[in-house]
């Protein structure tokens, strides 16, 4: 084929609606200390390895055939797993899964979200969300969070949703990349003030949350709008496994069936999740270690004079930086990736290992009070 036989330029093929923008890209570098995309530090433990290639090992003649199309297994194993963490009994009607939480979202703006349909957030909150429903054709409106504390209040909330009347509101608890876990009552206060939206909770951090933290699978038996999404990525430490799932009404999950691909999720894929969540004891040890590291995180980077975000999740939003952008690179300098969100004078870094953290503490340490916001500039 030769080049004059192209009357266009992909770009000119391209979507109008896709046209200027760039892919989602956190940094994948290889760098000794890499706290930037809330991954565990934590290998798989090696029981659990031993138990995957065992039961992968007698399924492999067997992938002539198409996988499970309702994943029926694995949704047992989530299902009692979901039991077991949180106290919620759900039948395998209301579970859903795919590749990686990313996925299922996908598949609700899919269902719900689409050209001349309207997606309501409240930012600053998980990136992927816009990007998500931007993607899909259906328009995003950006709601806010209430500016210096990073929460939103029920009736801020309220107003907001009832003011947009989207299809489909997302809410992130415990936040990303803020941290801080929601209220019921801001969950039902959207609810109300938004009568015709599916109304998605991602629990992406549910695990980690601290001690009284209610997880919104609670209230799923008195809200048929309510969507619950959790995924295998952070505190299973499997973000490699790809396997993120939701919990609704038979309902949702029954039109969710029109747009997901056939057989999305492979046989290994239901496997190796499945094997993971009999496992749960071993996957989830380290999250006490872990959520140990993150108040460290939130107590040492305040004794230096830096304003961290309380952490219902993995990483902890710190403020008080001249620049985040001049901080993210000489902490670079010094082997620490962490993720610069786009909020001014602040950065995220995921809890990792005690080393690890370690790492991260001096490194910053070592930065102030160079980096600092000046004390008179802390009030902008
Ligand atoms: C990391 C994260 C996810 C996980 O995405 P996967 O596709 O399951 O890896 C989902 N939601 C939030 C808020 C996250 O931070």
Same mark, same amino acid.
Not at 261 to 266: D, E, K, Q, T, V
Not at 340 to 344: A, E, M, P, Q, Y
């Given at each position: 084929m030769s080049a004059d036989l192209a009357p266009f330029a992909i770009a000119d093929l391209l979507r109008e609606d896709l046209r200027g923008r760039t892919p989602y890209g956190a940094p994948q570098l290889d760098v000794p200390v890499a706290l930037n995309t809330n991954e565990s530090s934590y290998e798989v433990p090696t029981p659990v390895v031993e138990a995957i290639v065992a039961a992968l090992g007698s399924e492999l *003649?067997?992938?002539?055939r198409y996988p499970d199309r309702e994943f029926r297994a694995l949704r047992a194993a989530l299902g009692a797993y979901l039991e077991r963490q949180s106290g919620v009994r759900l039948a395998p009607e209301q579970l859903w899964a795919g590749n990686g939480s990313n996925e299922v979202l996908q598949h609700i703006v899919q269902t719900f979200g689409g050209p001349g349909r309207t997606a309501l957030g409240f930012t600053p909150a998980y990136s992927m969300h816009p990007i998500i429903t931007e993607t899909l054709g259906t328009t995003w409106m950006d709601g806010q969070r209430d500016t210096g504390t990073f929460q939103v209040s029920a009736a801020s909330a309220a107003a907001q949703a009832a003011a947009a009347d989207p299809h489909i509101v997302f809410l992130c608890s415990p936040n990303n990349p803020t941290g801080t876990a929601l209220d019921f009552e801001v969950i039902e206060a959207v609810l109300d003030a938004a009568p015709r939206a599916i109304v998605v909770v991602?629990?992406?951090?549910?695990?980690? *949350?601290?001690?009284g933290t209610r997880s919104a699978l609670e209230l799923l038996d008195h809200h048929p709008r309510l969507v619950v999404t959790r995924t295998m990525s952070k505190a299973f430490a499997f973000a490699g496994g790809r396997l993120g799932y939701l919990a609704a009404t038979p309902e949702i999950i029954d039109a969710l069936r029109l747009v997901r691909?056939?057989?999305?999720?492979?046989t290994p894929t239901q496997t190796i999740a499945r094997i993971a969540l009999d496992h749960d004891a071993d996957l989830l040890a380290s999250v006490e270690a872990i959520k140990t590291q993150r108040d460290r995180i939130v107590t040492e980077v305040a004794a230096l004079g830096l304003t961290p975000v309380p952490s219902d999740a993995n990483f902890v939003l710190f403020g008080g930086l001249a620049d985040s952008a001049r901080t993210f690179a000489a902490l670079l300098e010094k082997g620490v990736l962490v993720r610069?969100?786009?909020?001014?004078h602040h950065l995220r870094v995921t809890a990792g290992t005690p080393a690890e953290t370690s790492a991260f503490l001096e490194a910053l340490a070592e930065l102030l009070p160079e980096h600092a916001l000046a004390p008179d500039d802390k009030e902008s």
């Open positions: *003649a067997g992938l002539n991602d629990e992406a951090y549910a695990e980690f *949350a601290r001690p691909l056939p057989y999305h999720l492979s610069d969100v786009g909020i001014s």
